[in-house]
């Protein structure tokens, strides 16, 4: 008797999401698929990374294709494989689905000029928004838009959506006050004042956001605590106001609930400083809206409580962000419900965290009587630019071309807690199909993002982690698969922890698993391609669980390079022996065993309850352990690591040493096999910069076209993308030439060929 299954296909713009639903049980959890997959207008079929059983019980295979071009019809083919459940055994499944296609801003119905304070013909921001209609523009003129709590009645859709635009550079919807607050001394460094409205979570001066203190005695005296127990000092600007739940308790002036304090560190006047303080809990709000385009708009200073987000996006679909900045909000995007197919794309997501830890952000966390007094989230800020609620059991999320920049945690994209829309998360048959990719995050001193718990076909890939703490938080990254394929990570420090009064230094590493749920369980994870420099005394790789109890199901790493300052560039901490932890092909090199020539401990294993043990090379990890039974250890030889350049050197041992993974690097190979690490030999830069600057490449960034000129004949030039894929080739018998690169977005490589032989390589931005 065979089972009834089927074929689920879901398409972003790069990448295809496959899962088959399972009728019957597969006690032993060991049913995969095998894919093959071709674009319809073609003949020839390429083999695809297989599919994986979800973990947690849920009857589903799933996996992604990867490298896709966008707006491409493509045909799929699926075969279920699994011995042990007969009836599962041999399916076929066909099916065929057409990626997403690159946003539409043009609109052909009426326009609505809005400005600041809709004077003349112009519309205030919120009569031009009640106004709109499908394939209507609402265009902000420049300035600074004070307003809150916007909403939008109306929808667009597929062939007409709704387009929110700034005019110009300077177009801000602003959640400060307006009102230029005034400030009385109360102490000898604290001042005082009255807010326009309650419970405001967020203050800025001197580029500095101001910590929010759970009592006015902590602010008095610089002081943190954490849950009740444990406390540090602050060394930083704060602030105390007074909650709307209980007023004047705790209110050292006696006044009202909207009262307000401030201490800067060297106690200055703040009736001297351009000081913003929040007025607004957020700019705008989606409910059950469809075809909304968000373009070219700065969303600043929206942290009143409880709610304090720029933009909340709530059982909504098809919402478009391109081109915005996020600044300064205690979160930038709320996803929550079932919201479907939001894209967020070409922005800027920022804040001014400044001297905070991972301690000082979780001890925002309030617990009794504190959330009680200040209300659930009140003080909170551990999250970020983009971040998921609770209850979001939605789909096809793209975060792409973004910076974020200068917080304690950059964000989450998955959803971590409790129930999701009509059924819980546990027992929810949807995978996520989120793609994270070319992105910058800097500057985090805590996780840069969560992808805790629910990680159903998620993929990260092609993005740069620069100086963050734990560039990817998975703890636990429950059901899977989730991908994280050629990503760099530059520069990891550790971190100052306080627990109990003791201070802590928490050293950084790529990956975070610790998690102290024993009934959270990991599902498959593939590590590939990526390349990792630890700038600090941090690990390489930690694979470390605050309780050895909780088990991966599978984590696969191949094709990476971990290097680091300290010694240790391994290190396992886990029950589970190999092959669940599947570690192989890798390449490790410590510049402190390097440069000091010493026997230091660069990699160390725990498994399960015994206790650590140490070992000077990493081939003692496979004898002991079955980790690492080909790896390479030695200097990759980066073009330029200290400016950032983790492009390999054309003698770099790395070139050629990695293992082909099919629907992975099987079409991005230069040379006899693929390269370890993020980026593949035929893109590197082997000239001097001094012959570099001999070729003129302008304009950088450009739309599409741009202008080449050199003193040399060029023979060919070659254009590859950010992880090697070959795009086009122009040849030319000149020293001037044109080149379009039509619809390859972000970063691509250009390889030019000169008639004397001799090649340079230039990285140029396509913004089209």
Same mark, same amino acid.
């Given at each position: 008797?065979? &089972?009834?299954v ?9 990448t295809i ?11 032993e ?7 093959e ?9 390429r ?11 849920l009857?589903m295979?799933?996996g992604?294709i /990867? ?5 491409t ?10 011995p042990?459940?007969? $009836? ?16 539409s801003f ?6 609505y ?20 209609e499908?394939?209507d ?7 600074n838009y ?7 009645? %109306?929808?667009?859709? &597929? ?8 005019a ?7 959640? &400060? ?6 400030w009385?001394l ?10 326009k ?10 580029g500095?956001r101001?910590?929010? *203190? ?9 002081k943190?605590n ?25 209110d ?26 929040t ?7 989606? @409910?059950?809206?469809s ?7 700065s969303?600043?200073?929206y ?15 098809n919402?478009? /962000? ?9 979160s ?9 197919n939001?894209l ?17 952000t ?12 200040f209300?659930p989230g ?6 970020g ?8 059991? =939605?789909k ?8 974020f ?9 998955t959803p971590?807690? =409790? ?9 929810h048959a949807?995978t996520?199909e989120?793609?994270?990719? %070319?992105?910058?995050?800097k ?13 159903r076909?998620?993929?990260v890939f ?16 429950e ?20 627990l109990?009064?003791?201070i802590?230094?928490?050293?950084g ?6 998690q ?5 369980? @990991?599902?498959?994870i593939?590590? /590939? ?8 005394e941090?690990?390489?790789m ?6 050895p109890? #909780? ?12 290097q ?7 290190r ?5 022996? $190999? ?5 192989t ?21 725990k498994l399960? @309850?015994?206790?650590e ?9 496979f004898?002991? +352990?079955g980790?690492?039974?080909n790896? #390479? ?6 073009i ?9 050197d ?6 050629? &040493?990695?293992v082909l ?7 991005y190979? !230069?040379?006899s096999?693929p ?10 830069n082997?000239? *001097? !910069? ?15 076209l ?6 040399e ?6 254009v +590859? ?11 030319t ?9 039509g619809?390859?977005?972000?970063? @691509?490589l250009?390889?030019v ?16």
């Amino acid at each position: 008797i065979k &089972a009834n299954v089927s074929l689920d296909l879901f398409a972003n713009y790069e990448t295809i999401g496959i899962t088959i639903h399972l009728d019957i049980d597969d006690p032993e959890m060991d049913a995969y698929g095998t894919i093959e997959y071709k674009k319809s207008s073609e003949n020839i079929w390429r083999t695809g990374f297989p599919l994986s059983r979800m973990n947690n019980n849920l009857k589903m295979v799933c996996g992604s294709i /990867f490298w896709l071009d966008q707006g491409t019809a493509y045909d799929i083919k699926v075969s279920l494989v699994d011995p042990s459940t007969v $009836a599962l055994n041999g399916f076929e499944l066909q099916g065929n689905i057409s990626t997403k296609s690159e946003p539409s801003f043009s609109t052909n119905g009426q326009v609505y000029h809005v400005s600041p304070s809709g004077s003349g013909t112009d519309y205030t921001l919120q009569e031009a928004l009640n106004l709109a209609e499908a394939g209507d523009k609402v265009l902000l003129q420049d300035g600074n838009y004070y307003t809150g709590n916007l909403t939008i009645p %109306n929808n667009g859709n &597929a062939a007409n959506p709704i387009l929110i635009e700034g005019a110009g550079n300077n177009v801000v919807i602003n959640g &400060a006050h307006e009102e230029e607050l005034i400030w009385t001394l109360l102490s000898s460094d604290v001042y005082y004042t009255f807010t326009k409205t309650k419970n405001p979570n967020l203050v800025i001066a001197d580029g500095m956001r101001f910590y929010p *203190h759970q009592i006015y005695q902590n602010l008095r005296n610089n002081k943190i605590n954490y849950d009740l127990f444990s406390t540090g000092n602050s060394n930083m600007p704060g602030f105390y106001r007074n909650p709307s739940q209980f007023p004047n308790v705790n209110d050292p002036a006696g006044l009202t609930d909207s009262t307000l304090y401030v201490k800067f560190l060297n106690g200055e006047n703040p009736n001297d400083k351009d000081i913003i303080v929040t007025k607004q809990e957020n700019a705008f709000t989606l @409910n059950n809206n469809s075809h909304i385009i968000f373009r070219n708009l700065s969303i600043e200073n929206y942290g009143r409580a409880p709610l304090a987000t720029a933009v909340i996006v709530n059982n909504s679909d098809n919402i478009t /962000f391109d081109n915005c900045r996020l600044s300064a909000n205690n979160s930038g995007i709320l996803l929550g419900g079932d919201s479907k197919n939001i894209l967020i794309q070409n922005s800027i997501f920022e804040d001014y965290y400044v001297n905070w830890t991972a301690w000082k952000t979780k001890a925002t966390i309030d617990v009794s009587p504190f959330n009680q007094v200040f209300g659930p989230g009140g003080r909170y800020l551990e999250k970020g630019g983009v971040v998921y609620s609770n209850d979001f059991y =939605g789909k096809g999320i793209v975060i792409r071309n973004n910076l974020f920049q200068n917080y304690n945690q950059a964000g989450k994209i998955t959803p971590s807690a =409790g129930t999701a829309g009509p059924f819980p998360l546990d027992t929810h048959a949807s995978t996520l199909e989120v793609d994270f990719y %070319n992105n910058t995050i800097k500057n985090t001193a805590s996780d840069a993002f969560e992808i805790d718990n629910f990680a159903r076909n998620v993929r990260v890939f092609n993005n740069r982690f620069e100086n963050c703490h734990a560039p990817l938080s998975l703890a636990a990254a429950e059901d899977g698969p989730l991908y994280i394929l050629r990503n760099v990570m530059d520069g990891i420090p550790q971190d100052e922890y306080i627990l109990g009064g003791q201070i802590t230094i928490n050293k950084g590493h790529p990956l975070k698993f610790q998690q102290s749920n024993s009934e959270k369980v @990991n599902g498959d994870i593939f590590f /590939f391609h990526n390349t990792v420099n630890t700038k600090s005394e941090a690990f390489g790789m930690n694979l470390s669980l605050t309780n050895p109890n #909780v088990p991966f199901t599978n984590f696969v790493s191949k094709n990476n390079i971990i290097q680091s300052d300290d010694g240790k560039v391994l290190r396992i901490r886990t029950k589970n022996p $190999a092959p669940v932890l599947n570690m192989t092909n890798n390449g490790y090199y410590s510049i402190e065993q390097a440069t000091n020539n010493s026997n230091f401990k660069i990699a160390c294993a725990k498994l399960g @309850n015994v206790s650590e043990t140490c070992y000077t090379s990493i081939e003692d990890i496979f004898s002991n +352990f079955g980790f690492e039974e080909n790896y #390479v250890y030695a200097n990759p030889d980066f073009i330029d690591a200290s400016n950032g350049d983790y492009n390999l050197d054309i003698e770099s041992p790395m070139i050629d &040493a990695g293992v082909l993974i099919q629907g992975i690097n099987e079409n991005y190979i !230069i040379g006899s096999a693929p390269d370890i690490g993020a980026f593949e030999n035929g893109i590197v830069n082997t000239v *001097h !910069i001094s012959e570099e600057n001999l070729l003129s490449i302008y304009p950088n960034p450009t739309t599409g076209l741009i202008n080449i000129s050199t003193d040399e004949s060029i023979e060919t030039i070659d254009v +590859f993308n950010s992880v090697g894929h070959f795009i086009l080739r122009q040849n030319t018998n000149g020293k001037n030439t044109q080149i379009n690169l039509g619809t390859s977005k972000g970063l @691509n490589l250009l390889k030019v060929t000169y008639s004397s032989g001799k090649i340079i390589y230039k990285k140029i931005i396509n913004i089209q």
